[in-house]
T-cell receptor, first 117, second 115 residues
């Protein structure tokens, strides 16, 4: 158990719909990362938040958005869903405390499997 | 574009065999991590290597960081069915624009160890 929790574990929805995925980082971790993993594209970095602010962006579509709340949990919102959005979505957290060396070691949650029909 | 190439992409071996998988790049990394991912679960961090030429051992797994910090290898001795999974490497680029600390991920080596 990594200490990172994600809900829901499975999500089945239809094209055009909007869903919200939730993540709680490990206690004390300030950074949250979102990834998409599909069979043909591997693990794709979407976005990172650090202590409530966006830190880095990857291959995140405009239809997707995320935020990190004051209690450090994060939500990933996926809208106007398409069949190709079906994938595993992972959240990860890391410490990245200021003043300490960081290798960006990440601890992953169990993922949310999204199926768009 | 910084890339990490992992090879082989797939590997199927018998229990008890030894194997080595590779993670290569033309870029220099300040550190490199190896993760193992089992089907339907999130990747789990195995090790971080930081110094060029560094060797770290985790039971039957030996990790090495290249002298130039552009590549890494993972060697498994006497593989067991429990070693089955997707092995991912991820590197933290040495040169980072601004405050960008994005890990660069390889596509992984899918290992199957047959009893």
């Amino acid at each position: 158990d990594s200490g990172v929790t994600q809900t829901p574990k499975h999500l089945i929805t239809a094209t055009g719909q909007r869903v919200t995925l939730r993540c709680s980082p490990r206690s004390g971790d300030l950074s949250v990362y979102w990834y998409q993993q599909s069979l043909d594209q591997g693990l794709q970095f979407l976005i990172q938040y650090y202590n409530g602010e966006e830190r880095a962006k990857g291959n995140i579509l405009e239809r997707f958005s995320a935020q990190q709340f004051p209690d450090l949990h994060s939500e990933l919102n996926l809208s106007s869903l398409e069949l190709g959005d079906s994938a595993l979505y992972f959240c990860a957290s890391s410490v990245e405390a200021s003043g300490r060396p960081s290798y960006n070691e990440q601890f992953f949650g169990p993922g949310t499997r999204l199926t768009v029909l | 574009t910084q890339l990490l190439e992992q090879s082989p992409q797939f590997l199927s071996i018998q229990e008890g065999e030894n194997l080595t998988v590779y993670c290569n790049s033309s870029s220099v990394f300040s550190s490199l991590q190896w993760y193992r991912q089992e089907p339907g679960e999130g990747p789990v961090l195995l090790v971080t290597v930081v110094t060029g030429g560094e060797v770290k051992k985790l039971k039957r797994l030996t990790f090495q960081f290249g002298d130039a910090r552009k590549d890494s290898s993972l060697h498994i001795t006497a593989a067991q069915p429990g070693d089955t999974g997707l092995y991912l490497c991820a590197g933290l680029p040495r040169i980072r624009a601004g405050n960008n600390r994005k890990l660069i991920w390889g596509l992984g080596t899918s290992l199957a160890v047959n009893p």
